[in-house]
């Protein structure tokens, strides 16, 4: 099923939550919702659902008209932050409530719904815990009940929010693949809440990156990390290094350091921050004149193929963080506190219109 | 997390050094707070001389009866017509509380209107009003000729059905106060759930409510229903009194006693007690019952 | 339970859902009929109360109030409470140490100990003190010789009451101490601190809003306490009579006015109670919540 959001806004009180929300999804798409706390994430999926209602704006699933539908009608599965689990129910009428819940003319037959709900504790490998009560079980099996619980009563559209917050790590990248894995299966249009850009990038067909109740960017992980068109975009979606300064014909000046910018030829005398990401910072022994920056190194992290530098930028005392395969890190030869030249491959200008939200 | 790992530390130091320190202090397990030769021995004192004394008189006196002298005191017609009353006087007044305890409790929490906090306050007058005091009250307003006992089409005061009023207002906020809190700590989530997945706002009540309130509601119910039995000053203004009638258990001892029935009052009195700590017995076995499945260790 | 308590902040706001929501007309059902019983049971005999003591005039209100005996009685009560309140609370105090500081066995039964006086009818509370010091009592014989009164009397009295309010103050602070634990203790006794140093800084502070709230709850049931006192009193006016039992003597002699003239009295008081407990409810839960930040 695909799904349309129509200029939706939300407000508590005085506090804007979305603010005219424009959205599509794509029928069998994975999507992530990827924010800080506040970034109206939560209040978006929840407005899906129909647990809340929207100020303004229109949601359409296919192209039927759901604004004003019931969260009972709308036939959503949604998996809640801590799962909400009736605690009072086993594992099994956990599962089969929204199958028992039904009108009578539709309620499946009660061996019906026992076939359904075994299938669905296979497909969560949850079967022998069939009888055991919420409390009985570990974060990541109440996880995957209250899953199997939404996808019982077979939804066209399955809605979680931060479905992976509360468990450790390791729990949470196999749970990550796993739902991955499921979506495919069902073929059906899913959306996730996360803070966590790790995830929604691992995770997700496509990214919508939000920031006080605003979309920032939309787009496939690859577009949002590579390709990032907001500061806040860029910021959030992985560390990154700052150049101040000044665009001028084609140039970031700042003290005596001159970065080409190609893509600004045009530009005249205007402030401006470039943005670059570590690995896209190479370190080099010699200067190249004006187009180099001299820095300082002040850490080395050797774990991994990745070598981690960070240094400390010379006359302007900021930071910057570079990565380095290790085999160019072994032939440079590099020691703390040496001086080096750095440069950045690949620098994304923002102009001050651009912070301005 | 920290503070649980912390204890676990704690416990199993203390369990390490209890084996070493338990010959010297027996049955208390090591720890570097003072105080508790004090403490225990002044609580086991004052519980001793003041509790356990002054109850071990029942078991004395009646032990002193013979079996069919006892018998005889606490079958007699008079005695067994109290119970009757007593018995179905406090069942239904607890009924009428857990149904108006459980509506009361819903609407505190849930909604909002104005006047609330004050209400909410009013709700604990039972406990702090004296009982004498509420019994005249409710006898006037109940009386034939009282504001409420005017309009009802049938007698009130001086019949089972006053002795039903009197339970109802001193059983009235155990049940309310019991599932306070487990509608307040009750997930806004667990409801959604429930609505997401297809239920009507009257299932979602039913199957989901409805029973994480049950224990709670049974266990005011049962806490009114212990307190209604022993209850003896509003119910002697609005009852009347009348033997085989409208005679409450606790006013029966209190007849023997003004004459000098000392052994009636007592054999009577042990036959209370032991129904107090069957029901005592009960409510422990709810809250045992409710914990073992829903609460994580 | 620990494990999966949210905690600090989440985006999801509290408040109005539109699913844990009931229609505006079942909501005003259900609250009239709320009230409508709360005004049957007890709003309107809270009100008959004042009506009542005020019907033959404030002259009659106030003669009622100021005569010898109801001053007597007045005061007697209030010395009943005087005496059981500080006991009872000393009590609770002492028996929360020892059972919330320290693990040993036993402990559950000793906690159902405090609780039985809850579980046993005033009138039986009464019953076993005349059983213990009565005439025919076990202590009585010895008592008569040694000219010792207890029942019939103001110890007797001061006793059931005891007896009656005993759980009280104790069944509030056992569960707070419990939450608290004794990590606060064993910092101050490993920083030099003595045990009365530790429990007057560091206990007492912790648990004085419950500590209150006990006394508080203690004293309206000392001062209300009818059953058990009146097995004791001997009803002797001007002597042993408290003011329920007074209330309950003039009642009888259809002295309707000034019966509910005392039992104003009473009542205001147990209105300032709710009045006293709910400002440490408040005060309760604000020490929590900022103990939890």
Redesign the interface.
């Known amino acids: 099923m695909s799904i349309v959001i129509n200029s939706v806004s939300k407000a508590?009180g005085t506090?804007q939550?979305l603010e005219d929300i424009n959205l599509e999804i794509n029928t069998g798409e994975l999507v992530a919702l990827l924010g800080p706390?506040?970034?109206?994430?939560?209040?978006l999926l929840?407005i899906i659902?129909?647990?809340?209602?929207a100020d303004q704006g229109s949601i359409f699933f296919d192209s039927e008209n759901i604004t004003g539908i019931?969260?009972?009608?709308?036939?959503?599965?949604?998996v809640?932050?801590?799962?909400?689990?009736?605690?009072?129910m086993t594992v099994f009428d956990n599962i089969a409530?929204?199958l028992?819940?039904?009108p009578r003319k539709v309620r499946p037959g009660k061996k019906d719904i026992q076939n359904k709900v075994h299938e669905l504790l296979e497909l969560v490998k949850l079967k022998d815990l069939s009888n055991r009560?919420p409390?009985?079980l570990s974060?990541g099996q109440?996880q995957r009940v209250a899953l199997a619980?939404?996808l019982?009563?077979e939804p066209k559209v399955l809605l979680l929010?931060e479905p992976f917050g509360?468990l450790d790590a390791k729990v949470r990248k196999e749970l990550r693949r796993w739902l991955r894995r499921l979506h495919d299966e069902f073929q059906i249009s899913s959306i996730f809440v996360t803070h966590d850009q790790e995830e929604a990038l691992d995770v997700a067909d496509k990214i919508v990156v939000m920031n006080q109740g605003k979309i920032e960017q939309i787009g496939t992980p690859e577009e949002v990390y590579e390709n990032p068109q907001t500061p806040f975009v860029y910021d959030f979606l992985g560390s990154v290094n700052l150049f101040k300064g000044r665009l001028n014909n084609g140039k970031l000046t700042q003290g005596n350091v001159n970065l080409e910018i190609p893509d600004w030829a045009g530009s005249d005398n205007m402030e401006a921050v470039g943005y670059a990401r570590p690995h896209d910072i190479s370190i080099c022994r010699e200067s190249a004149g004006e187009g180099t920056v001299p820095a300082i190194i002040s850490h080395i992290h050797l774990v991994g193929p990745i070598v981690q530098i960070e240094l400390v930028r010379k006359g302007t005392n900021e930071y910057l963080e570079a990565e380095i395969p290790k085999e160019k890190y072994r032939k440079l030869g590099l020691n703390v506190g040496e001086e080096v030249f750095i440069k950045p491959k690949q620098l994304k200008i923002f102009t001050p219109e651009d912070f301005i939200i | 997390m920290r503070s649980i790992s912390n204890k676990q530390h704690e416990n199993e130091r203390i369990q390490v050094m209890g084996l070493r320190k338990s010959k010297k202090t027996g049955f208390k397990k090591y720890s570097i707070l003072p105080g508790f030769g004090l403490t225990m021995g002044y609580t086991m004192l004052y519980l001793s001389i003041l509790v356990l004394l002054p109850l071990s008189m029942i078991i004395f006196y009646s032990s002193q009866m013979s079996w069919p002298e006892f018998w005889d005191t606490v079958l007699d017609p008079r005695v067994v017509a109290s119970y009757k009353l007593s018995f179905g006087a406090s069942l239904a007044a607890g009924v009428i509380n857990m149904v108006f305890g459980v509506l009361l409790a819903w609407v505190l929490v849930r909604y909002s209107f104005p006047g609330k906090k004050i209400i909410d306050g009013l709700v604990d007058l039972p406990f702090a009003l004296p009982t004498a005091v509420a019994g005249i009250a409710l006898t006037t307003v109940y009386a034939p000729n009282g504001w409420v006992g005017s309009l009802l089409g049938f007698k009130v005061v001086f019949t089972p059905i006053g002795v039903v009023i009197a339970l109802t207002f001193i059983g009235l906020p155990f049940v309310v106060r019991m599932v306070q809190p487990v509608l307040q700590s009750l997930e806004k989530e667990v409801e959604e759930a429930s609505a997401s997945l297809g239920a009507s706002r009257f299932q979602t009540f039913r199957r989901i409510i409805f029973p994480e309130v049950l224990p709670a509601a049974l266990a005011g119910f049962t806490l009114a229903f212990a307190r209604s039995l022993g209850e003896y000053g509003s119910v002697v203004f609005i009852s009347g009194n009348m033997p085989l009638k409208t005679e409450i258990t606790p006013l029966l001892i209190m007849t023997k006693l003004e004459q000098y029935d000392y052994a009636g009052a007592t054999a009577i009195a042990a036959v209370m007690l032991v129904t107090s700590f069957m029901l005592l017995f009960i409510i422990n076995f709810i809250q045992w019952w409710t914990n073992r499945k829903f609460i994580s260790h | 339970m620990g494990g999966n308590i949210p905690l600090g902040f989440t985006d999801t706001p509290l408040g109005s859902s539109r699913e844990a929501a009931d229609p505006k007309w079942v909501q005003w059902l259900l609250i009239s009929i709320a009230l409508t019983f709360l005004g049957l049971f007890l709003i309107l005999p809270l009100v008959t109360v004042f009506v009542q003591a005020f019907e033959k005039g404030i002259a009659v209100y106030l003669e009622a109030i100021t005569n010898p005996e109801a001053l007597s009685a007045i005061k007697l009560t209030i010395l009943v409470a005087m005496i059981a309140v500080p006991l009872n609370a000393l009590f609770g105090i002492m028996a929360a140490w020892a059972i919330t500081k320290f693990q040993f066995k036993g402990k559950n039964l000793l906690i159902t100990l405090i609780d039985l006086p809850f579980a046993v009818s005033p009138v039986i509370a009464g019953l076993i003190f005349v059983l213990l010091f009565g005439s025919q009592g076990l202590f009585g014989k010895w008592l008569f010789a040694n000219d010792i009164k207890i029942i019939f009397a103001v110890p007797g009295i001061v006793l059931a009451t005891i007896f009656v309010t005993l759980p009280f103050i104790a069944r509030e602070l056992i569960p707070l101490m419990q939450a608290q634990g004794t990590s606060e203790e064993e910092a101050s006794i490993t920083l030099g601190a003595g045990g009365w140093k530790t429990f007057w800084y560091v206990t007492l502070p912790n648990i004085k809003w419950a500590l209150l709230y006990g006394m508080i709850l203690c004293n309206a049931r000392a001062i209300g306490e009818f059953g058990a006192v009146s097995v004791v009193s001997g009803h002797i006016r001007g002597l042993t009579n408290t003011m329920p039992l007074h209330i309950e003597i003039l009642y009888g002699e259809y002295q309707f006015a000034a019966a509910f003239a005392v039992a104003s009295l009473m009542s205001l008081m147990a209105i300032f109670t709710l009045i006293i407990k709910s400002i440490l409810e408040w005060h309760g839960k604000r020490q929590m919540s900022i103990e939890n930040h």
């Open positions: 508590f506090f939550a706390s506040g970034s109206g994430k939560t209040s929840r659902a129909g647990l809340e209602s019931t969260a009972k009608e709308r036939k959503v599965g949604f809640f932050q801590h799962y909400a689990l009736f605690r009072h409530y929204g028992k819940v039904r009560y409390a009985q974060g109440r619980r939404a019982a009563v929010d509360a």
